[in-house]
């Protein structure tokens, strides 16, 4: 059944500079979907001059009293008023985030209310952020607050645009900023109606910017400019690196929330039904475009064949198709060229002397010609050392490894320059324990993958980054911290005691 999709009659193409709705001035793109190659919007990427101006606007407005001064609970509000305008239109926003990622609607719908749940979390912590007194070591009263950093950067790769864009913006905001966003190249259509919604909440002119343009144009603009103070960058860790540089140089805060290779650990006591869907689930769910996709997968040589045997069949069973057909699972990748990079991957494996278990290519038939598709795949056959098992694919593959013991899993699990995630099925709560500590990751999953919540923090380690989002500390990692000395004693200090 394809499940119709609410209208788009009112795709804003827009860029958002500076509170006002405009063309950028540079040149004409297309925003493809990918279901069928069909173009879903034109619009005009930024220019550096758009991206000077849109952060020149930010700090006016971040330095403008009624903003900078505006009492937390008001702040809340507005916080409060953007969630509301995400709420009321996420059939819209689904729609439109399924045409412009390939998406299917059940997961840009839930992407859509995520956003809007970060917004409502960031205001509830944002009114019981409370500033601390500190312990004095004299006849003063010692406080801690925290102020804002002025214009954040906000840069986002196209895999989960709402959400990503809600956890910058949300607490960015919260502490007092102005944010100018640059969403990905393929994917910006959501965060321009994100602006929309923004505006319509009565968010002060100028507070938010949303750009669309190129990486290597406005995000550099926005990484290097004097004027922007903090950079909340999520992408690869190629890009990654290079930002951090940049930021370096300024001396930025930064948080890089990066590429990831994850394992997912099947011990042999497992519950081999859930593990077999949450494997499925964690790798193949997004069709594998997510930073967290459990894409190494280590199974107890005990039961390695059993296992693969049961993964292989409830694989090939998993339905692909178009992101409007409500029974689709696996939805096409988000652009024809990313299809053909993740293609380029598995031949590699395969010419590295992989066996292939399933998928392996796109599927065919008219449904899928036009579209970016690609079959969930599995490989086995190769080390840990393989170029498959270590480079993020960022697609429906998954690598199978055989372990034989604790010792040897935990050398190859941990062998690999990532650290965002893992995932671990067993019985056995003290060895989980174990394991869950001996990973080198920023979240460990136990006999669950993927879930998450706005008040636990998520990031990574190695190269998936630094940092967290989330958070009861969220909005702190957006100021800057103060100390503050009120001085109690009535005397003069007693060092400047003269004679005079
Ligand atoms: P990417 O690094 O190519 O691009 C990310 C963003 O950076 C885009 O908006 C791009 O235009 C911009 N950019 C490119 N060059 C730039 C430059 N020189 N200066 C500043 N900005 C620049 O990543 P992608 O292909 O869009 O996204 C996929 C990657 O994102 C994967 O590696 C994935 O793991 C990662 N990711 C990580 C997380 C996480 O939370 N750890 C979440 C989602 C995606």
């Known amino acids: 059944m394809i499940a119709s999709a ?35 919007a034109t619009l005009h990427h930024c220019t550096a001059e758009d991206a000077q101006e849109a952060i020149a606007a930010g700090k006016a407005a971040a330095e403008a009293p009624a903003w900078r001064d505006m009492l937390p609970h008001n702040r809340a509000r507005i916080l409060h008023h953007i969630a509301d305008g995400i709420e009321a239109q996420i059939a819209e926003i689904a729609a439109l985030q399924t045409a412009d990622t390939g998406k299917t609607l059940a997961e840009t719908g ?40 002025g214009v954040v950067a906000a840069i986002n790769p196209w895999n989960s645009p709402i959400a990503s864009d809600a956890q910058k913006i949300a607490p960015a905001l919260a502490g007092g900023n102005a944010v100018v966003l640059k969403p990905a190249e393929w994917t910006p259509l ?17 507070l938010l910017s949303v750009l669309p343009g190129r990486g290597s144009v406005i995000g550099d603009v926005l990484v290097r400019h004097p004027d922007v103070g903090r950079i909340a960058f999520t992408g690869g860790t190629v890009t990654g690196r290079r930002v951090a540089a940049a930021a370096a140089v300024k001396f930025m805060p930064a948080s890089l929330e990066l590429g990831g290779k994850s394992p997912t650990i099947v011990f042999e006591d497992a519950d081999i039904e859930q593990a077999v869907a949450g494997v499925m ?108 098992c270590q480079e993020e694919v960022f697609g429906p593959v998954l690598v199978a490894l055989p372990f034989e013991d604790e010792a040897d899993l935990i050398a190859q ?88």
């Open 6 to 40: 609410a209208p788009m009659a009112t795709i804003e193409t827009r860029a958002f500079i500076a509170g006002t709705f405009r063309h950028g001035a540079g040149a004409a793109v297309d925003s493809i979907n990918p279901a069928d190659g069909s173009v879903v």
């Open 190 to 206: 959501v965060s321009l109606k994100l602006a929309q919604i923004c505006a319509d909440a009565g968010l002060p002119a100028g």
């Open 281 to 388: 689930y964690g790798v193949f769910s997004s069709t594998g475009q997510s930073c967290i996709a459990g894409s190494r997968l280590f199974v107890a040589r005990a039961i390695y064949d059993r296992f693969m045997a049961r993964l292989v069949e409830c694989t090939q069973a998993l339905r692909v198709g178009p992101g409007t057909d409500a029974a689709t699972q696996v939805a096409p990748m988000v652009h024809h060229s990313h299809r053909d990079s993740v293609a380029a991957h598995v031949a590699g494996a395969l010419a590295d002397g992989a066996t292939l278990l399933c998928g392996g290519r796109a599927p065919e038939g008219p449904l899928y010609d036009k579209g970016a598709y690609y079959l969930p795949t599995i490989l086995e056959g190769l080390p840990n050392s393989a170029t498959i």
């Open 413 to 500: 699990a941990n062998d690999s320059v990532f650290g965002l995630a893992c995932g671990l099925w067993t019985a056995d709560y003290r060895r989980a324990w174990r394991f869950a500590r001996a990973i080198k990751a920023g979240t460990v999953w136990i006999n669950t993958y993927k879930q998450f919540s706005s008040s636990t923090p998520f990031g990574g380690v190695k190269d998936s980054g630094m940092g967290r989002e989330k958070g009861r500390d969220w909005i702190r990692s957006y100021m800057h911290q103060k100390a503050l000395y009120w001085g109690m004693d009535e005397a003069p200090l007693a060092w400047a005691k003269t004679q005079a």
């Open 110 to 149: 839930a992407l859509a209310q995520s956003a809007s749940g970060t917004f409502r979390y960031v205001a509830a912590a944002l009114e019981t952020m409370d500033e601390a007194l500190t312990t004095p070591r004299g006849p003063y009263l010692t406080m801690s607050i925290h102020e804002p950093i």
